[in-house]
């Protein structure tokens, strides 16, 4: 008899565990997703044809094996075995990993330039920030010398036992840098001081990338390359200077409702508006997952084999009905996340032409922290070409009370703003939109120091795997995401215990690729309309 594996979450590890069970086991996924969309994060959302990239997805990964997953759902738009892009002024063959398939229609990845930048005293700087003639005219000479000195001042004397982020950004890029790129930017986007702030977030975030990175690398471009063995992973390349990137046409929850439209013609189950009440668990094992349908207003018990949880681990934890002991449920009441708010930006035009995919808000007249141009990430993510679709990117908590004002409010707000920065012009506004998202980012403050408590508790549950960014309450990137699911079933097919190696996941430079009898599981379901399944194609957002 085959088992089944209860999912909840049907983001891109939720998603990539049903689609890795359904393909390498026998076990049957059945996905419980809270929302009424798929894709968590990494959804699209189509506003009048525009469409949003929550928080933008560049689609990069060192990993082999990410990369040949997403080109086997959507290969890249060009034909043929190589596809020829231009990298620091020459153009080169890039070799297509995996096997080569031929586009259906939309379905396809576009190669996309990358180029974001700083906007810092209404200029813009490279990002990373780079020691070019460019910024020595921006900030002047003075400044570019206090720069230097204090960068090899924290090379000679480095801050010892890094804590904080402040000491990360210190010992990597100097006091001077942090003060003027980093302080008050990160302190915008957490909302708390960067020495409260673990430096595991910088490890995880912007590991490798410094001054002598970002100048080792401007170096380097300026003599050739063989050709032979250079590809699209550049997996050689730090990932914030990677300079090309892969991108779905039309967003990429354009790929995620594909792996889900595969994952139930494969016999999956993928459920909307299961809202997680409560997880029983017993002697080491979860029982069951208990469901509110917010939209039929049903409740259901789904019993398996095996459970996934992509849920934040606070949620988690609230929600286990088994014995928690008192410190694992203090630590998890203290975790701590930001929340995220997007205001979408019709325009008829910007104020001067712009080719970013991301710009970076310095300045601290505004409370925007990033723009997206969602031209400039894919042509076919805006309904009229000869408009300009910017997503304006504010980061606070829902108790703030610039989330708790009126969407027409934000999106005044934002509108202003663009024009206090000089980027656009309010009259030239034809529609703005608001879209909220809770939890988007998990913190490194808090009670996260004593995470490890809530990881030995959680990892005693035999059948239970905490995979993703809010499950595992890990600042991962949609890659390394997927990498814990994919870890996490290869656990499972090959009866591994340990839950190590996906934990492991991330927390070095290099990515990771780690390569009793049961009962029939029964799936009670009190009211059928809960079960619908859904018309990814035809969705309404």
Request: glycine letters at 8%.
């Amino acid at each position: 008899m085959k088992k089944t594996a209860i999912i909840i979450g049907a983001g891109p590890a939720g998603l990539t565990a049903a689609y890795e069970l359904l393909t390498r086991t026998d076990i049957v996924p059945i996905v419980l997703e809270k929302g009424g969309d798929i894709g968590g994060i990494s959804k699209t959302v189509n506003y009048k044809g525009n469409r949003i990239d929550i928080g933008g997805h560049r689609f990069f990964s060192k990993s082999d094996r990410v990369m040949n997953w997403w080109l086997q759902f959507m290969p890249v738009q060009q034909s043929g075995e190589t596809v020829e892009i231009t990298y620091q002024n020459q153009k080169r063959n890039l070799v297509v990993a995996g096997k080569e398939a031929q586009p259906e229609g939309d379905r396809v990845m576009l190669v996309r330039n990358r180029l974001s930048r700083i906007y810092f005293l209404r200029k813009f700087f490279s990002y990373p920030i780079k020691l070019s003639l460019d910024t020595l005219l921006k900030l002047g000479p003075l400044t570019t010398l206090q720069i230097l000195y204090s960068y090899l001042h924290a090379r000679v004397w480095p801050v010892k036992n890094e804590q904080s982020l402040e000491d990360f950004f210190i010992n990597r890029f100097g006091k001077k840098l942090y003060h003027l790129f980093f302080k008050d930017y990160t302190e915008k986007v957490w909302g708390v001081s960067c020495n409260k702030i673990s430096a595991e977030w910088g490890a995880q975030r912007i590991k490798g990338v410094s001054i002598s990175a970002a100048v080792g690398h401007a170096l380097k471009s300026m003599f050739p390359k063989k050709k032979m063995d250079e590809d699209i992973h550049q997996k050689d390349v730090e990932t914030s200077l990677i300079e090309k990137f892969l991108y779905p046409r039309l967003g990429p929850g354009q790929l995620w409702e594909e792996v889900a439209r595969q994952v139930q013609e494969l016999g999956g189950t993928i459920l909307l508006h299961e809202n997680v009440q409560s997880i029983e668990g017993d002697k080491g094992r979860v029982i069951s997952v208990t469901t509110f349908n917010d939209y039929s207003k049903t409740e259901s018990v789904w019993e398996g084999d095996y459970f996934f949880s992509t849920m934040p681990v606070q949620e988690l934890i609230a929600g286990l009905d088994d014995v928690v002991p008192s410190a694992v449920q203090q630590i998890a009441k203290g975790l701590q996340y930001r929340d995220f708010i997007t205001v979408g930006v019709l325009l008829k035009k910007l104020t001067g032409k712009l080719e970013d995919t991301w710009i970076y808000i310095q300045e601290k007249d505004v409370k925007v922290g990033r723009l997206q141009l969602f031209n400039n990430w894919s042509p076919y993510m805006v309904n009229d070409p000869d408009t300009i679709w910017v997503g304006m990117e504010y980061f606070c908590n829902t108790t703030d009370s610039f989330w708790q004002q009126p969407d027409e409010v934000i999106k005044q707000t934002g509108i202003l703003e663009l024009q206090k920065m000089g980027l656009a012009l309010a009259s030239d506004v034809l529609d703005a939109t608001v879209l909220r998202m809770e939890k988007t980012y998990p913190a490194y403050f808090g009670t996260y120091e004593r995470f490890e408590e809530i990881k030995h508790f959680t990892d005693q549950y035999t059948n239970l795997f905490l995979v993703g960014r809010n499950g595992m309450h890990k600042y991962n990137n949609a890659d390394h995401s997927m990498l814990t699911a994919m870890v996490a079933v290869d656990n499972i097919a090959a009866g591994i215990t340990s839950k190590e190696n996906i934990w492991s996941i991330n927390t070095e430079q290099e990515y990771h690729e780690e390569k009793a009898d049961s009962k029939e599981p029964v799936v009670k379901v009190i009211n059928p309309t809960s079960t619908k399944t859904y018309d990814f194609a035809n969705a309404e957002k």
